[in-house]
């Protein structure tokens, strides 16, 4: 019986030193230091926002379809597609064997009227010494009256003579001109310089006035065009400078001033018109590609 108290008072005891232990242990887990809560940072209207995100094209001020001025047959073609021109540069030539017969023969007339009007010229002044030769005689009373008035209108009339051949030579001469003129609408010749775009006809072709024969396209300065809502009216002032991005060119971003705000909204779609040009070498950018402009929107 003793073995058996003594038994149980070694249980009792052994029980209450694990229930010490298990008190002990639970002020040490309460006090371990809490886990460090993740922030994620808001944007405040302050500073924050949202950009406003404009895109447009890129354009160049000179970009036209050059025309043929007359009808012929394209002879040849000195310009493709990727080259470069300077302004007055022929492209492509039309036959001229007509326009340089008729501008020999223009020349010729010219020339042959010039040397009729200094024969009338000199005529004119052999008439004009027979009159003042017989003005003198009449006032010596050596001829009758009859006579003095028959050398003045010889005279007079001669002059009419000259005044005619002068009007020929410059109906002439304008003819030779007009047909420099036509001349000059054989060679196809670049406006500006730029760069061939695109090529329209063939070598041998015939064409008629008002053909397109090319696409000729400046490479610089290049602009963007781009339209926001009405709410940047007065927010986006010319000078201001922007920031242009292009996602399908990896590089940084280019830089851009403004050049030109609309100063009225469109009233059909409730927008502004915007013109910004870019600043520094092009690099990449190309006219026709579409850029993206990040704007801050308006308080």
Same mark, same amino acid.
């Given at each position: 019986?003793k ?25 040490? /887990?309460? #006090? ?25 094209p890129?354009?160049v ?13 394209? !002879? ?12 007055? /540069?022929?492209?492509?030539?039309l ?16 020339r ?7 024969n009338?010229e ?6 004009d010494a ?6 003198r ?6 001829i ?9 209108y010889?005279?007079?009339s001669d ?11 410059i109906n002439a ?18 406006p500006?310089?730029g760069?061939?775009?695109r090529?329209y ?10 053909d397109?024969l !090319?696409w000729?396209?400046?490479v ?5 065009? !781009?339209?926001?809502p ?5 927010q ?32 059909? #779609? ?8 870019? /600043? ?9 590609? #579409? ?9």
């Amino acid at each position: 019986m003793k073995k058996i108290r003594l038994l149980a008072s070694a249980a009792v005891f052994s029980g209450a030193l694990l229930l010490g232990g298990c008190e002990e242990t639970k002020p040490a /887990q309460a #006090s371990a230091p809490p886990a460090t809560p993740v922030t994620v940072p808001t944007q405040t209207a302050a500073g924050g926002a949202a950009p406003f995100i404009a895109s447009g094209p890129l354009v160049v001020e000179n970009q036209v379809d050059v025309a043929a001025e007359r009808a012929g047959v394209l !002879f040849r073609i000195m310009a493709e597609p990727g080259t470069r021109v300077s302004k007055g /540069q022929v492209l492509a030539t039309l036959d001229d064997r007509q326009v340089q017969a008729d501008r020999e023969a223009a020349a010729a007339k010219t020339r042959s009227i010039e040397a009729d009007l200094k024969n009338w010229e000199a005529e004119a002044k052999v008439l004009d010494a027979d009159y003042q030769r017989a003005q003198r005689m009449w006032d010596a009373q050596l001829i009758t009256k009859e006579q003095l008035d028959h050398a003045r209108y010889k005279a007079e009339s001669d002059h009419w003579d000259v005044e005619r051949v002068r009007e020929l030579l410059i109906n002439a001469r304008d003819t030779e001109r007009s047909l420099d003129l036509e001349y000059e609408k054989t060679r196809i010749r670049a406006p500006f310089q730029g760069l061939v775009a695109r090529r329209y006809v063939s070598p041998g072709q015939r064409v008629a006035a008002g053909d397109r024969l !090319f696409w000729v396209t400046a490479v610089a300065p290049l602009r963007v065009k !781009f339209t926001l809502p009405e709410r940047f009216l007065g927010q986006i002032k010319v000078g201001q400078r922007l920031t242009v991005t292009s996602p399908d060119v990896q590089e940084a971003a280019h830089a851009a001033k403004v050049i030109q705000v609309s100063p009225v909204v469109d009233p059909s #779609s409730g927008t502004i018109e915007v013109v910004a040009e870019m /600043q520094g070498p092009p690099g990449p950018l190309r006219p026709g590609m #579409s850029v993206a402009i990040p704007l801050e929107n308006p308080q």
